[in-house]
């Protein structure tokens, strides 16, 4: 065979698809060169080689179609366009502000821990985060007291009651502690020259259990012993004077109101 036609072979080999096609003819070549003793630039500049054509992006098209290459070159542009806008699409956006844990939850949970705290008498923090200190044993009433209060309590007895008043930790509870060594009588008869009528329409009487002994009490004892202010006693009084007994606290309980 000429030399013109076993590289044209070689060369018509070499543009096909088939990948084991062209690894016979590279092997062919190189055979081919060494039987020869020749290299394939002599064979270059010796050969005249033939006019090949190449295939062409319109020989890839289906029989149906009647695109032209600079079509098919648009259509793939775009397609590669709308591949990358999908995916780009599917990731997040890297501007994307992340979303905030809902503080609604956290919010309602600190409230209800300052809530426990303060019923139990411990330090909290208010809503404006103001600190509000532990509540702690007052200073009793004084020497000339005429029920001599301290002479009749000890130490130990008074904190046991502090501590007995605290350990509730419910404000209804509280309250019927109150209510429970509280005496409410009509008052006495009024000795005063003037003819003013007293706003103080009954009087009010004080006392402690300690065991089975109930021991009276004055008021200065009685409010600095259980580190509470005169506001407790007023509610419990007018719970019982509208209720007859003490009622569930009302505060959060008012539900949700129609907003216009």
């Known amino acids: 065979m000429r030399m013109v036609d076993k590289l044209g072979a070689l060369v018509?080999?070499?543009?096909e698809d088939d990948e084991n096609l062209l690894g016979e003819a590279e092997a062919?070549?190189?055979?081919?060169?060494?039987?020869e003793g020749l290299t394939f630039n002599d064979v270059i500049l010796e050969t005249e080689l033939p006019v090949i054509d190449l295939p062409t992006l319109d020989d890839y098209l289906p029989i149906d179609?009647?695109?032209?290459?600079?079509s098919l070159e648009t259509a793939i542009a775009d397609n590669d366009d709308a591949n990358i806008n999908k995916s780009s699409s599917d990731a997040p956006l890297a501007g994307r502000r992340k979303r905030r844990p809902k503080a609604g939850l956290t919010l309602k949970k600190k409230v209800h821990a300052a809530k426990q705290a303060r019923n139990r008498g411990e330090a909290y923090n208010t809503f404006s985060g103001r600190l509000v200190?532990?509540?702690?044993?007052?200073?009793p009433c004084?020497?000339?007291c005429r029920l001599q209060c301290s002479a009749r309590f000890s130490p130990q007895e008074r904190k046991s009651l502090f501590q007995e008043f605290w350990s509730i930790?419910?404000?209804?509870?509280?309250?019927?502690?109150?209510?429970?060594n509280l005496d409410i009588l009509p008052k006495g008869t009024c000795t005063s020259d003037k003819g003013d009528e007293s706003r103080r329409s009954a009087s009010r009487r004080y006392y402690f259990w300690v065991g089975q002994d109930k021991r009276q009490v004055c008021k200065t004892y009685f409010l600095n012993t259980l580190a509470i202010s005169n506001a407790w006693i007023g509610t419990v009084c007018k719970k019982l004077a509208d209720h007859g007994c003490v009622n569930e606290d009302g505060r959060g309980r008012i539900g949700n109101r129609k907003k216009a």
Request: aromatic letters at 16%.
């Open 28 to 35: 062919e070549c190189e055979n081919w060169f060494l039987s």
């Open 12 to 15: 018509q080999l070499l543009f």
């Open 169 to 180: 930790a419910d404000h209804k509870g509280q309250w019927e502690f109150i209510a429970k």
């Open 142 to 144: 004084t020497a000339l």
């Open 133 to 139: 200190p532990a509540r702690t044993l007052r200073q």
């Open 65 to 70: 179609q009647s695109w032209s290459s600079d």
